[in-house]
């Protein structure tokens, strides 16, 4: 039986697309009623000045991504990382043939809707270049073509319910992208890098909230518990605090994570997007773009741990939109200036993303009448300042912001030999390389300890600002993003229109200049994570360009391309969650617990310490909750990713004097459980059995208890400790005056057990090192209890701006 | 019309017994091991991962119970013999269904089948699947609409239930009566298709366990290397740590089955063509055709290409189809749907053709039977019937409870290949496996060197290089090149039990295949040769987890170990690659003058 006249039609239709001239050819050879023409409406169709039109820009769209590639990679290689390059592409080269491509469109003049197939044609080219089959790839070959391939087909086959299909698809991938998550998880906490300590920031933000910040002596013998502004916890405390509260997080910490990542990203970018008045299903797409933008986006998410950062990221497109529409829009709505004031306080609570917005102020003061015309727009403002500036002042004063800026670089190889390297040469002590997985990034190596005379190490070294350098930067991203995001950006940008395109170009190009260059100038402020910004926020006009491309009546080679890539990146997203990519995800394994109970058990009343230099070894993340889980103080070389070298927990006059310093340091801390994971220091505690009495070992962990420790919080004076919480000490006197064997800062105070009032002590600081700085306690009442904490933030904010106190650090 | 009725029904399962009968020792060719009395029986020769995952009566007691049963063996043990007679059944009432009731079709029924069998031998995971296929295509020419769709439900709901790779088969088939549909029916069509998926997905998305695998160094392997670099994990379902299919094994198994479908596809078509005055493609032909493309991509094309073709994306893609070989699946279903296309004289000369009169002397089974000592399938034959069984419990003792149960944990994991690779004898495989080997110092400057090497002429021979403690200093043994019967022979006043070979630094340059003999002197060569094992190809040493799993070691390696102390080792190279074979460091472990090593005296008191 015979094709009917109506698909016949469709299919002459379609012949005017390269692609589908051999799709013909071929269904036509198959087909019984078009077989004896095919051929010749093949050729003659292939004369029509249409035809040759599109073969050109096919053509043009192909030189575009091989020059692209040329650009980023200096060269060209087929299929294989291995196999040896075609092509090399020198800046003049590269130059030439950007000419010829300007030439060439000059003179094609491609219309709007023709622009996402350059982009297809270039899609080609990736597709065979071995740029797939690169290790950091989202997407990884050489396999990974397999899938493109199917999708492809599958979304060509399936081209006439694409509208029916790709809401389904939407909607599947979050729940897909969930169960890949659980899998993987099987039933642990996530626990890689910052995790734990997003989660202990969590916790702690639910018992202290809003007085933060505040004193947490449960760390390192009483800690500034700041850092809920600097990390931006707080927004995604705000965001979840229903289930924050309401559940236990230490159970439902992989469910945030979910919510966050595979449900309000999407969702946000999908807000965004019907806020800009695109169609839903550029929206849909634009959703599905956000989850599948770039490896580098899971890894900062699910390896990091820095879900701040990801929640802000996820609000800054909601953000532009909106202030889009205050400068598009004749009159904005009320619900519209209120969910302005939200997502900016939200999306400030990580700072660094102010600087995002920098081009859209800039545009904005050009356009302050307009904006002044706004029935909402003063009142905005208003709210937005009068919510941020207290908390963004109080940030900039107790975390030192200013001083942070102006941080002098450490020159990686460039530092000097220190003193504390004596008791380590006679220890055997190698060179030894910070195991972090970060600084798979860009940094491996870093030194030994080093204590007052070091420069402060940062993630990345400081690079001299040159072209090759940024070039790197933006290339190493681009491995990592979908390729649909960088090739479809610039048609997408052109497909948009006023100042949606004013403000998503300028934005993404201040992106780029900041992930680039700006990275080499201040490496301490890791603005390579701008590229992964970038990146997210190109979902949007990239989806307006892939939404043009679906909704053309035919599929071409450019849907067969763009379908399968897009399909394909949700699986390799999956991939990437079931711990199948270089990016490592780690989760919380049995040792965490066996951990906890063994501090638990042998601990007593005295603090545990963790010797040598703890970084990623507590099943892939950090110390943080671990006071949390045990109740007991701990005392580690720090409990979150903040140094990037080797730093010893025992300060350097204590290291001086080997194992008798060793043993006053742990005496003066009131150690009564030491737990050593490094090789060295294992031995060192294990061949003075007198002194430390092995317990058991937890994988690499030994634990020793000490045979005698002070089993006292006080080095002068005398009195109890009632109990130690994350903000507080509670404490009774039995003597007026004494020294208690906590960390002193100038933000504390003492009260009288449920009040807030000062109890009348005079509180001092007591030197013990250079380092090191004990509670001295003045004409305390006596046999009461006591409290020993933080002022309160309005306080702080006052001694700050206002005096009285003395100042913060 | 009764007997006809009878006939299609039981002559394929008539002839299938039958098959079985003549033929005992195909039905058991991968394994065969008795352990108390017991006789179990599997076929694992593409896929180094345990079968009965998939077993059909496991996977449909866990659909419907939601629980695994209790004992996977004596599924494994029965339920491929059953699922073959629901095989042939299900062929029967299909020819019936579209009305073909001639003994024509039952014998091409009968003859595919003895087809399926005679390349798979018994294999749970294929069997399983494919014996409701044929229930579904033809309940869907049952003529009653309330029946037809209850049939259609249910069969398919079995076809899934088997596995969710039974997708692909389906799947085709479904798209192809979508597209064919028109106007009102179209709806209901697509919700049935949606339906369909749904329960795809949601039985994908719930019934992939994971399985046990042990615990298997990175370094390790247990299949042949496909030639690709790295190894292929899949997007989603289970990775194992190491690749579990044999696609080596595999692409030259169904080489001349694919080749033969695929002639037969394009013939079939041609035919057609010519002979109706409808369009081709006809329908039901289409998926047909796309599923024969689909299996010559996977088969014939280079692994770096196959592995982009949509056989392995759909393994990468699917739950859980990462653990078998789709192929074999649609190679299966393939032959087994042919039947009711061909002639039977075609489909017997065309299995004849592809059975027996292979150039190369290699017939597609022997990848199923592949063994170091048997170089032919007649061979693998006389060596199965002598031997009775292939795995022996040599002292006849009645095992203990953990000892079988430690039997049946390596029998039933990946690690089978290597046993069967290695013909292990239970003795070994229960006994302790040290994980650090002593071999005796050998020194450069040591005169004269325990051993006198003698190595096939024009040999770059100088000992010391051998023991000089330097992997950039080589043996080359033979004129260059591997040609085949390259050799190397060793031979010490002191026996020896224990023999390593390292390239070093040209790890390229290994043997690719090996026959190894033992005996007293070097000059008797022949007798040496006689009583030789071969290892061809060379897939790496024996090595043993800590929880007694074999697996291979780094194929650059040669380490043996010898079954009774030796005076001299033969070693001579069987292949012919463009690489040479270098030796750059040589190791030998002298056996104890008494004669027995502790290891081996705690054995024979076991």
């Not at chain 1, 093949?42 to 599109?54: A, G, L, Q």
């Not at chain 2, 006789?39 to 180094?48: K, Q, R, V």
């Not at chain 2, 030796?566 to 008494?594: C, G, H, M, N, P």
């Amino acid at each position: 039986m015979g094709r009917s006249i109506t698909q016949s039609h469709r299919w002459d239709d379609a012949a005017s697309l390269p692609f589908m001239q051999v799709v013909y050819c071929l269904h036509g050879f198959m087909d019984h009623s078009v077989r004896a023409n095919s051929l010749l409406m093949f050729f003659s169709s292939c004369r029509d000045p249409r035809c040759i039109r599109h073969l050109l820009l096919l053509l043009t769209g192909m030189i575009i991504g091989g020059t692209l590639l040329l650009a980023l990679n200096g060269e060209i290689s087929w299929w294989e990382e291995s196999d040896a390059p075609l092509f090399f592409g020198g800046l003049v080269r590269v130059g030439l043939l950007s000419l010829g491509i300007v030439g060439a469109l000059w003179g094609l003049q491609p219309k709007r809707d023709e622009l996402p197939h350059l982009s297809g044609a270039a899609l080609l080219i990736l597709f065979c270049a071995e740029w797939l089959s690169l290790p950091f790839s989202l997407l990884q070959g050489p396999s990974i073509r397999g899938e493109i391939l199917f999708f492809g087909f599958l979304a060509v086959t399936c081209w006439p319910f694409r509208r029916m299909l790709l809401p389904i698809l939407v909607v599947f991938t979050p729940f897909f992208l969930s169960w890949c998550f659980f899998r993987s998880a099987d039933g642990r906490l996530l626990f890689s890098d910052d995790n734990p300590t997003f989660l202990y920031r969590l916790l702690l933000l639910r018992e202290h909230f809003p007085s933060i910040p505040f004193y947490n002596p449960l760390w390192n013998a009483g800690i500034d518990a700041r850092d809920f502004f600097a990390t931006g916890a707080l927004n995604g405390f705000l965001l979840f605090s229903p289930l924050i509260y309401l559940t236990d997080l230490l159970s439902t910490y992989n469910i945030l994570i979910i919510l966050l990542l595979f449900f309000f990203v999407p969702g946000a970018l999908f807000l965004a997007g019907r806020i800009l008045r695109f169609s839903p299903l550029t929206c849909a797409l634009a959703s599905l773009l956000s989850l599948t933008s770039s490896l580098l986006w899971y890894r900062w998410a699910l390896q990091f741990g820095t879900l701040g950062f990801i929640t802000s990221s996820a609000l800054l497109p909601i953000v532009l939109a909106l202030g889009i529409q205050f400068l598009e829009e004749r009159h904005l709505p009320l619900w519209k200036a209120a969910l302005t004031v939200v997502a900016v306080s939200l999306m400030l609570l990580w700072s660094p993303s102010g600087l995002v917005c920098i081009p859209l102020l800039a545009i904005s003061l050009c356009a302050l009448p307009k904006l002044f015309r706004q029935r909402w727009w003063p009142l905005t403002t208003i709210l937005i300042l009068a919510v941020n500036v207290p908390w963004i002042t109080l940030f900039w004063s107790v975390s030192n912001v200013s001083s942070f800026l102006d941080t002098p670089h450490q020159e990686v190889g460039e530092q000097a030999p220190s003193t504390d390297e004596l008791f380590y040469r006679d220890l055997n002590q190698e060179e030894r390389t910070v195991q972090s997985s970060r600084s798979q990034l860009s940094v491996g190596t870093v030194s030994r300890p080093r204590f007052s005379e070091r420069k402060t190490v940062f993630k990345h070294k400081k690079e001299p600002i040159t072209f090759d350098g940024a070039r790197k930067r933006l290339r190493e991203a681009l491995h990592n993003a979908h390729p649909l995001l960088w090739l479809f950006l610039v048609p997408g940008l052109l497909l948009l229109s006023g100042y949606t395109r004013l403000i998503f170009t300028v934005t993404l190009l201040w992106l780029l200049g900041l992930g680039t260059v700006g990275a080499l100038i201040k490496p301490q402020l890791e603005l390579d994570r701008m590229l992964v910004i970038l990146l997210s926020l190109a979902s949007l006009p990239v989806a307006r360009a892939i939404s043009s491309v679906l909704e053309e009546k035919r599929s071409s080679l450019t849907s067969f391309l763009t379908c399968g890539f897009l399909i394909a990146g949700i699986f390799s997203v999956g991939s990437v969650i079931l711990n199948r990519s270089v990016v490592p995800i780690s989760f919380q394994d049995e040792e965490v617990e066996e951990i906890s109970a063994a501090v638990k058990e042998h601990a007593g009343e005295g603090r545990t310490l963790f010797s040598g230099f703890i970084l990623h070894d507590f099943s892939g993340g950090h110390l943080a909750p671990l006071p949390l889980m045990t109740g007991k103080p701990i005392l580690a070389s720090s409990p979150v990713h903040n140094l990037w070298s080797y730093q010893q927990i025992f300060p350097k006059s204590f290291l001086e004097r080997e194992s008798e310093g060793i043993q006053e340091y742990l005496d003066l801390m009131n150690v009564s459980l030491v737990f050593a994971h490094e090789p060295k220091w294992r031995a060192f505690f294990e061949r003075q059995p007198l002194l430390y009495h092995q317990v058991g070992r937890i994988g690499k962990f030994s634990f020793f208890t000490r045979s005698s420790s002070p089993e006292s919080y006080f080095l002068e004076g005398s009195g109890e400790i009632l109990s130690q919480s994350s903000g507080s000490v509670r404490f009774r006197l039995t003597e007026p005056d004494g020294v208690l064997r906590f960390q002193s800062f100038p933000f504390l105070t003492v009260t009288q057990e449920g009040g807030t009032a000062p109890a009348g002590c005079h509180l001092s600081s007591r030197q013990i090192d250079a380092d090191l700085r004990f509670v001295a306690l003045h004409g305390c009442p006596t046999e009461v209890p006591l409290e020993l904490r933080a002022v309160s933030p309005v306080v702080r904010w006052k001694r700050s701006y206002l005096g009285g106190g003395g100042s913060e650090e | 019309m009764m007997y006809r009725y009878c006939a299609f029904f039981c002559f394929p399962g008539v002839l299938l017994t039958l098959f079985y009968l003549f033929s005992a020792d195909i039905r058991y060719t991968s394994v065969v091991t008795e352990l108390s009395g017991e006789l179990y029986a599997l076929s694992l020769w593409s896929n180094a991962f345990s079968p009965w995952e998939e077993d059909l009566f496991r996977r449909v007691v866990h659909f419907f119970a939601g629980r695994d049963p209790s004992d996977p063996l004596h599924f494994a043990k029965y339920s491929s013999t059953l699922s073959s007679i629901l095989l042939a059944l299900g062929l029967g009432f299909w020819h019936l269904q579209r009305g073909s009731t001639h003994w024509r079709g039952a014998a091409g029924i009968a003859l595919s089948l003895c087809f399926f069998h005679f390349l798979y031998g018994i294999n749970a995971t294929n069997a399983a699947l494919i014996c409701w296929l044929p229930w579904l295509l033809g309940s869907c020419w049952i003529r009653v609409p309330l029946l037809r769709s209850i049939a259609v439900g249910s069969s398919s709901l079995l076809l899934v239930s088997a596995s969710p790779v039974a997708a692909l088969l389906f799947l085709p088939f479904f798209l192809g009566e979508w597209s064919e549909a028109r106007g009102s029916t179209r709806g209901i069509r697509a919700l049935g298709l949606l339906l369909a998926l749904l329960l795809v997905c949601f039985h994908l998305l719930t019934s992939t366990s994971e399985p046990f695998f042990p615990d298997y160094p990175p370094t390790g392997h247990i299949v042949t290397d496909d030639g690709v670099a790295g190894f292929t994990r899949p997007l989603t379902g289970i990775s194992p740590p190491i690749p579990v299919v044999n696609r080596t094994a595999l692409k030259e198994a169904l080489f001349f089955p694919a080749l033969f479908l695929i002639l037969g596809a394009l013939l079939h078509g041609f035919f057609s063509y010519f002979r109706s005055a409808t369009a081709f493609p006809t329908r039901g032909t289409l998926p047909l055709l796309f599923l024969t493309l689909c299996l010559a991509l996977d088969v014939l094309l280079p692994e770096a290409l196959a592995m982009i073709a949509p056989l392995e994306t759909f393994r990468r893609v699917v739950p859980s189809a990462f653990l078998i070989a789709p192929a074999t699946l649609v190679c299966g279903a393939l032959l087994v749907t042919a039947s009711s296309s061909l002639h039977p004289l075609i489909l017997a000369l065309a299995f004849g053709f592809t059975m027996f009169f292979i150039p190369g002397g290699r017939p597609p089974l022997l990848g199923a039977l592949a063994s170091p000592s048997s170089d032919s399938l007649v061979k693998r034959y006389q060596s199965a019937k002598n031997n009775g069984i292939l795995l022996r419990n040599g002292s006849r003792k009645k095992l203990d409870e953990k000892e079988l149960a430690q039997l049946r944990k390596v029998f039933f994991s990946p690690s089978f290949a290597v046993i069967q690779y290695y013909d292990l004898s239970m003795r070994v495989l229960l006994a302790p496996h040290p994980t650090h080997l002593r071999y005796s110092r050998l020194r450069h400057h040591h005169h004269p060197l325990p051993l006198h090497l003698s190595a096939s002429p024009n040999s770059l021979l100088e000992p010391e290089t051998l023991v000089d403690k330097r992997f950039d200093t080589r043996v080359r043994v033979g004129r260059g090149g591997q040609r085949g019967g390259e050799f190397l022979c060793i031979e010490s006043e002191q026996a020896m039990k224990r023999v390593r070979l390292t390239p070093g630094d040209f790890f390229t340059d290994f043997p690719r295949g090996l026959l190894v003999g033992t005996g007293e002197r070097c000059a008797d060569k022949k007798e040496l040769l006689r009583t030789a094992k071969r290892y061809a190809p060379w897939e790496g040493s024996l090595h043993f987890t800590d929880k007694g799993f074999p697996y291979f070691g780094h194929q650059a390696i040669v380490e043996l170990p010898l079954e009774k102390p030796a005076k001299a080792i033969l070693l001579q190279q069987t292949e012919v690659a463009y690489f040479d074979w270098s030796i750059a460091e040589l190791k030998v472990a002298f056996a104890k003058r008494a004669h027995h090593s502790e290891e081996e005296k705690s054995l024979e008191r076991k």
